[in-house]
Structure formats: C-alpha cells, structure tokens
C-alpha cells in the first residue's frame, strides 16, 4: 500500500516493453495468438485502480487478405481483454490498417495503435500481453518487418510496442 495519496486520474506508475528486433509469428486460424515478444508486467498499487493498456503492431502478413480478416486484443494474464463474444464474429479491439491501397503481400507493412481500459481490481503482479485472431487463413506475421525482408529503401522494419500505465481511481 502506498502511502502517498494520488488523486483520481493521476498516474500512478508505467511499465513498456519496445520490441526492437524481428520475429515470426505463426498464426493459426480461428485461435487466438499471443504475441510474445509484447508482454509487459505491472503491479497496481490499489484494488481500485485501472490499467491503460496501449500497445503499437508494426509488421506484414505473408497472406494479403488476413488484415481484412483479423482482429488485435490485449490478455490480462489468460483472460482475453476486448469486445465480449458476439456469435460467431471476430471479436477484439480493432483490426490492423493497411498501409497501401491494394493487396501486396511482401513489401508493404500493417500496424495499428490500441487502447483498453482494464480494471483488475487486484494488487497482485498482472502480466499483459497482445494477441491477435485471423479467421482468413493460417499465416505468418512479420513481426516489425516486410515479408521480403530485403535490404533497400523500399522494405520497411519498424518496432512495436506494449505499455500499460496504472491510473488512481
């Protein structure tokens, strides 16, 4: 317990992970995937206290149809964090935005920027993570990087990042 008074809305503490490297991400279709080079840790120092969770994807898919068929969400440990399930549709936060006007599956990057308020009412250690669903086809995902990772201007490599940032109530 704290034994400082932090006024609701004030900014309590910030944990990140910048994931600077490369990687590839299997992702299977119809199942959720996480992301484990964006997992970050944080401690709330209050039950009452919620967590900002941001996270930043920067990477492509091998398959140029699965931005249009995917959907990005947080964990809070093994609980999935977005749109409660509706049916049979994909839920999450949001999808990833392309970055061209048409489908180029080797040299034209995705990223996307998320937000989602938590409230784990919990003052234990909460690890959070970024996940992801396609329910266009198996893939891989290019994780800060283009598909065809070649070394001229016009293959992009970027970073991606988790943050999340307990805020008093």
Same mark, same amino acid.
């Given at each position: 317990m704290s034994i400082f008074f932090h006024p609701p809305g004030s900014? &309590?503490?910030? @944990?990140? /992970?910048?994931? /600077?490297s490369t !990687? !590839? &991400? *299997? &992702? *299977?279709? =119809? @199942?959720? /995937?996480? =992301? !484990?080079?964006l997992t970050v840790n944080i401690t709330p120092i209050s039950t009452s206290s919620i967590i900002k969770l941001e996270a930043h994807i920067f990477g492509e898919f091998g398959n140029p149809g699965n931005p249009f068929n995917c959907m990005v969400f947080f964990y809070r440990d093994t609980t999935k964090l977005g749109h409660a399930t509706a049916g049979n549709r994909a839920t999450g936060i949001s999808s990833l935005c392309l970055t061209y006007h048409i489908a180029n599956e080797d040299s034209t990057p995705e990223c996307g920027n998320y937000i989602y308020i938590d409230s784990p009412a919990t003052t234990s250690q909460i690890t959070y993570k970024v996940g992801m669903r396609v329910t266009g086809e198996s893939d891989i995902f290019y994780l800060n990087r283009t598909v065809n990772d070649v070394d001229t201007e016009d293959y992009e490599r970027g970073i991606s990042t988790i943050i999340a940032t307990e805020i008093a109530q």
């Open positions: 900014v &309590i503490k910030s @944990a990140y /992970t910048q994931f /600077t !990687n !590839n &991400i *299997t &992702i *299977t279709e =119809f @199942a959720d /995937t996480v =992301f !484990n080079d």
